[in-house]
């Protein structure tokens, strides 16, 4: 370890130069990075088209209706869209694979204690997202509205999706663009450079604003540090997935920009307050996610310990 400061901490710098592949430019690992996640948003309209080309053929031959009536629901084509993110995961491990030559080590996916991991991120999520919302219930941003609609299965599906999605930025930013960076530049760059292309990567959503950039801008600091401390990539994906699950499909509040259709619970937002509440981006785009990111990130700082060899 270059120091007990975790952004000097050197071990992901260590197991990527371990592969011996040629760096590129920081900026052309950016471009790598846009065109990545444009190609695979392109790939998703695609997809999209096809189900519901299909589903118009099936509804004229089965019913002689020549109708776009019979299309897919505002659910379905928002749980193939998180399917779909699993082409982002791996087209992203055969760059780093095949073309870095990195090991799996360098990009946080390591069997030793995955599971315990992963289950210890959900619950770090879970808290610090709620935490958020009782900051805006306390302050008279929010208020509880009772039961939302929802079933079972489209729960499950939401879910599991949201691990595919969550799992997904996560080694796109963090397991690769971050180290691979920390590579050349040291963690500390990679650090605020992946943060920032995280947030830019969100700059087209609905409803987007400033403290929304500079909230996605914190999470990406938290998710990096987390990637850091924990030496693997379960922790802060398990966080990343379930922190979207429960804001959408468990507190019925939009996932950054995107409004939900079906949640267990309805939590209403004050207009007046949509600097602590976020408004229509939802609450990644207001001061309490603000705080509850900051509270995280220092608390990654003070408990930091340096940990030299991980094995599996």
Same mark, same amino acid.
């Given at each position: 370890?270059?120091?007990?400061?975790?952004?000097?901490?050197?071990?992901?710098?260590?197991?990527?130069?371990?592969?011996?592949?040629?760096?590129?430019?920081?900026?052309?690992?950016?471009?790598?990075?846009?065109?990545?996640?444009?190609?695979?948003?392109?790939?998703?309209?695609?997809?999209?088209?096809?189900?519901?080309?299909?589903?118009?053929?099936?509804?004229?031959?089965?019913?002689?209706?020549?109708?776009?009536?019979?299309?897919?629901?505002?659910?379905?084509?928002?749980?193939?869209?998180?399917?779909?993110?699993?082409?982002?995961?791996?087209?992203?491990?055969?760059?780093?694979?095949?073309?870095?030559?990195?090991?799996?080590?360098?990009?946080?996916?390591?069997?030793?204690?995955?599971?315990?991991?992963?289950?210890?991120?959900?619950?770090?999520?879970?808290?610090?997202?709620?935490?958020?919302?009782?900051?805006?219930?306390?302050?008279?941003?929010?208020?509880?509205?009772?039961?939302?609609?929802?079933?079972?299965?489209?729960?499950?599906?939401?879910?599991?999706?949201?691990?595919?999605?969550?799992?997904?930025?996560?080694?796109?930013?963090?397991?690769?663009?971050?180290?691979?960076?920390?590579?050349?530049?040291?963690?500390?760059?990679?650090?605020?450079?992946?943060?920032?292309?995280?947030?830019?990567?969100?700059?087209?959503?609905?409803?987007?604003?400033?403290?929304?950039?500079?909230?996605?801008?914190?999470?990406?600091?938290?998710?990096?540090?987390?990637?850091?401390?924990?030496?693997?990539?379960?922790?802060?994906?398990?966080?990343?997935?379930?922190?979207?699950?429960?804001?959408?499909?468990?507190?019925?509040?939009?996932?950054?920009?995107?409004?939900?259709?079906?949640?267990?619970?309805?939590?209403?937002? /004050?207009?007046?307050?949509?600097?602590? /509440?976020?408004?229509?981006?939802?609450?990644?785009?207001?001061?309490?996610?603000?705080?509850?990111?900051?509270?995280?990130?220092?608390?990654?700082?003070?408990?930091?310990?340096?940990?030299?060899?991980?094995?599996?």
């Amino acid at each position: 370890m270059k120091n007990n400061n975790i952004f000097g901490d050197d071990y992901y710098e260590k197991l990527a130069q371990e592969g011996g592949g040629k760096p590129e430019a920081w900026w052309m690992e950016f471009v790598y990075i846009i065109m990545t996640f444009s190609i695979a948003t392109l790939g998703i309209y695609l997809i999209l088209g096809v189900v519901n080309i299909f589903l118009y053929a099936y509804n004229f031959i089965a019913f002689g209706k020549s109708s776009f009536d019979v299309t897919l629901t505002e659910n379905g084509s928002h749980i193939i869209n998180l399917f779909s993110k699993a082409s982002i995961i791996i087209v992203t491990i055969i760059k780093c694979r095949k073309f870095e030559f990195r090991s799996f080590a360098s990009m946080g996916i390591v069997k030793k204690g995955a599971v315990k991991s992963y289950i210890l991120g959900l619950l770090i999520g879970t808290i610090l997202f709620s935490a958020a919302v009782l900051i805006c219930i306390i302050t008279n941003a929010a208020t509880y509205d009772g039961e939302g609609k929802y079933n079972i299965v489209l729960l499950f599906l939401f879910f599991t999706g949201y691990m595919v999605q969550g799992f997904s930025e996560e080694i796109l930013c963090r397991g690769y663009f971050m180290v691979t960076l920390a590579k050349t530049k040291g963690m500390a760059f990679g650090i605020i450079v992946n943060s920032l292309l995280f947030s830019l990567l969100h700059i087209m959503n609905n409803d987007v604003s400033v403290l929304a950039l500079i909230n996605l801008f914190l999470f990406g600091i938290a998710a990096s540090l987390c990637f850091i401390k924990h030496k693997n990539i379960w922790v802060i994906a398990a966080i990343h997935s379930i922190w979207n699950f429960i804001q959408g499909n468990f507190y019925g509040i939009s996932v950054s920009g995107g409004e939900v259709s079906t949640s267990v619970l309805k939590v209403g937002f /004050n207009d007046n307050k949509s600097l602590i /509440n976020g408004g229509a981006f939802g609450a990644e785009g207001g001061l309490a996610v603000t705080v509850v990111l900051v509270v995280y990130i220092i608390m990654m700082i003070l408990t930091y310990k340096p940990v030299k060899k991980i094995e599996g």
